[in-house]
């Protein structure tokens, strides 16, 4: 039996067709469910109007004002009939500012007769600026007055304390229509099925949904809001973790090959040609992950650790561990960079242990082999022809290594790096070659507040590497403002010229690459002076930035280039060369920004910084101090002092704690760019849950949560909630819950 038919109802059968299709196309509402759940933005009292003067330019803004004045022009027009036009300024004002209302031609009528001064109304409108004046041009309007029908409900006195829901809207549908709209459906919500359990409902004091899905949209108090969005975040938080636990719970049910390391094995012969200690940090990470593989259903484990705190080390541990209980250990990199990188390391550490039957070779030691999607035919067929006979114990490719064809022996631990660059359903397709499930480790160099990693990474336990391991170097930041100060540009590269003298290299990063197709940035093309507005020339790009260089400032240092457009082949050879030494500047994109370690980089220099997002510029400024030398970073920008730019950029330069970072940068950003498809087959984002402000609740609801779907994983009794959690998950996706 359907629970709820009127929520599920299409809004074109209750709306008609035009108006279901603007809802549809524009905010993604089809049903009636959809536009109960389309929650106001914020409310307008009635009798309090908004501030004029606090106007964006170029924002579509609903505003509550009155009129104060309204004038007929009449001016002579040759496109107008009989040679004169018409156009009609209405001066609307709220106290704290004034606002031009202009209409033209045919749509003045209307208007005139109705916006006399003294009225009250809505007015929906793009801004803009029309002889230093703001305006609205030909703002659609709503007035704000009570009926002078005798059946109007509302006096003119209660309808003034009332307040206004203004709502998520678009140029095609305004907010009091949408208001409209939620007017004609709101009888529904008294159909609307509770998901919380009564016992949690009535233990945390929430109002049922019914009364707060009216309270939301048609509030007669503040305190009605505070009681439905109370409520409205329960819900959010609860539904989504629930998902979560149940995802949870289905993966402790997986049966999973126990890895338990041999003594005196791989592992102990490893951990003895360490030419140094690990952290206690790593220490304890590595017990974790130790107990996990040990247990006979498959180990979910999120590795969260600043650039360079040794999170590689950790995962070749467990790796180790696994060959040593006879199984195999995949590394999935997101480029083939980053693979070939890691192969390379991951043999250097290991030594003859990474020599498996090969002359030399040492007595435990297995075979490490690369697979990567540019190999060519003949290595490719040997590396799957060890993969399958189990020759190979570590494996370290890109998602070259899910293709069909890519056969295991005993698939035992997968580790993912930098997952937010791969699909689940990647992930679990290289899951599906394990006989059973394999164990699987999550690493990521991005530091997640801990609200995100319960909301984005819910299914996975978690461990922190926080410590830097010894013999790492603090790394100095500061901004170079290039527009106000240009001797400030000139001195960063007179301190890269002063590292390369000292024995050093340096990265220079810039955001494009500078060969795309109709680039305005090409060579020849007419460079705009600083004065303009940084934001509208093109971001500085990689082969202009090398070239500029090469024949200036940086002339006589070994300068060369590497992008994610080149042949795998050059970019190696590019890396190679770098590592080595040769390379004095490598003038790179992002594409430098996971993995790449070059312990004699101490210094980087990222142009157009401002164009890069918090985390990523910490992710970059990761790459230089990988040394026993100090690392230096500098961020260049254009951008003037006082822009929220700068302060970001500030921001970075003045804190290395990335966990701090990440939580401004979610402080700044919107919640939506920062979950990412966080969840990827739910239809609905969170919308009144905020991340960092409710962390209290997300954890409450995890745990509660968490003690539900243990007592009772198929939710019987519950039809609520398992509607709800339709409602979020596509029913055949709900295993996809995707990790941002």
């Not at 104060?68 to 040679?83: K, M, V, W």
């Not at 003298?501 to 093309?525: F, L, M, T, W």
Request: hydrophobic residues 40%.
């Amino acid at each position: 039996m359907d629970l709820v038919p009127a929520l599920r109802e299409p809004l074109k059968k209750v709306l008609g067709p035009a108006t279901a299709k603007v809802m549809a196309e524009h905010l993604g509402l089809h049903t009636v469910g959809d536009l109960l759940h389309h929650y106001p933005r914020r409310y307008e009292e009635r009798g309090q109007l908004t501030h004029l003067a606090d106007l964006p330019m170029d924002e579509h803004v609903t505003v509550v004002a009155q009129v104060a004045d309204a004038r007929l022009h009449t001016f002579a027009s040759s496109r107008a009939p009989r040679g004169k036009g018409q156009r009609l300024e209405v001066t609307i004002t709220d106290g704290s500012g004034r606002l031009q209302l202009v209409f033209f031609g045919n749509g003045v009528h209307k208007p005139h007769k109705e916006l006399l001064p003294g009225t009250r109304a809505m007015f929906a409108g793009k801004v803009s600026v029309f002889n230093r004046r703001l305006q609205l041009a030909h703002p659609a309007y709503e007035l704000l007055r009570a009926d002078d029908d005798d059946e109007a409900s509302e006096s003119v006195e209660s309808w003034a304390g009332a307040l206004i829901p203004l709502y998520p809207a678009t140029a095609k549908l305004e907010s009091w229509k949408i208001g409209k709209a939620i007017q004609t459906v709101l009888p529904s919500a008294q159909e609307a099925v509770d998901p919380l359990p009564g016992s949690l409902r009535e233990g945390r004091g929430l109002v049922p949904l019914p009364e707060a899905l009216l309270k939301i949209h048609r509030p007669h108090t503040k305190a009605d809001i505070e009681d439905a969005r109370a409520r409205l975040k329960w819900d959010e938080a609860f539904v989504l973790q629930v998902a979560l636990a149940r995802r949870r719970h289905a993966e402790t049910q997986l049966p999973a090959v126990p890895r338990k390391p041999v003594p005196d094995g791989l592992l102990t012969a490893f951990d003895d040609r360490l030419p140094f200690t690990l952290t206690d940090g790593q220490q304890k990470v590595s017990r974790e992950i130790f107990d996990d593989l040990a247990t006979d259903h498959p180990m979910h484990r999120l590795l969260q650790g600043e650039v360079g705190s040794g999170k590689t080390m950790v995962a070749l541990r467990a790796m180790l561990a696994v060959v040593d209980a006879g199984g195999q250990a995949v590394m999935l990199a997101p480029t083939e960079v980053l693979a070939q990188q890691h192969h390379r390391s991951v043999v250097e550490m290991m030594g003859e242990l990474a020599e498996g039957g090969m002359l030399g070779g040492a007595e435990h030691a297995t075979k490490v082999v690369l697979l990567t999607g540019s190999m060519g035919a003949a290595a490719r067929r040997h590396a799957l022809l060890d993969l399958a006979t189990g020759e190979a114990g570590i494996v370290i490719g890109t998602h070259a290594l899910i293709e069909d064809k890519v056969r295991f022996h005993d698939l035992g631990l997968v580790v993912v790096d930098e997952q937010h660059r791969f699909g689940v359903e990647q992930r679990d397709a290289l899951r599906g070659k394990g006989k059973q499930p394999p164990h699987l480790l999550v690493m990521t160099a991005t530091p997640i507040p801990r609200t995100v990693a319960m909301t984005v990474f819910g299914d996975l336990e978690t461990s922190v590497l926080d410590q830097l391991p010894a013999g790492r170097s603090p790394i100095a930041s500061h901004v170079v403002p290039a527009a106000d100060k240009p001797h400030f540009l000139s001195r960063a590269w007179e301190r890269v010229r002063e590292e390369v003298s000292n024995g050093h290299q340096a990265y220079v990063v810039c955001p494009r690459i500078g060969d795309e197709e109709d680039d305005p940035g090409k060579k020849g093309a007419p460079r705009k002076s600083p004065e303009d507005d940084a934001e509208k020339r093109p971001p500085l790009a990689v082969l202009d930035v090398a070239e500029q260089l090469a024949k200036g400032a940086l002339q006589g240092l070994k300068v060369e280039i590497l992008h994610g457009r080149m042949q795998p082949d050059d970019k190696d050879a590019v890396m190679r060369r770098f590592a080595a030494g040769e390379t004095d500047v490598l003038v790179a994109t992002t594409v430098i920004e996971v993995g790449v370690n070059v312990p004699n980089a101490t210094a980087m220099v990222i142009m157009d910084a401002d164009r890069f997002g918090v985390s990523q510029l910490h992710q970059l400024r990761g790459r230089v101090g990988r040394g026993s030398a100090a690392g230096l970073c500098l961020l260049v920008s254009e951008m003037p002092e006082a822009s929220a730019a700068r302060q970001r950029l500030n921001a970075v330069a003045g804190t290395l704690d990335g966990f701090e970072l990440s939580r401004i940068d979610l402080e700044q950003r919107r919640e939506g760019d920062v979950l990412g498809q966080a969840q990827s087959g739910a239809r609905t984002s969170l919308r009144v849950l905020a991340v960092i402000e409710d962390e209290e609740i997300i954890a409450e609801a995890r745990q509660e949560a968490a003690a539900l779907v243990a007592t009772d994983p198929e939710l019987t009794g519950l039809p609520g909630l398992k509607t709800a959690l339709e409602a979020l998950l596509d029913e055949q996706r709900e295993q996809y819950l995707e990790k941002g």
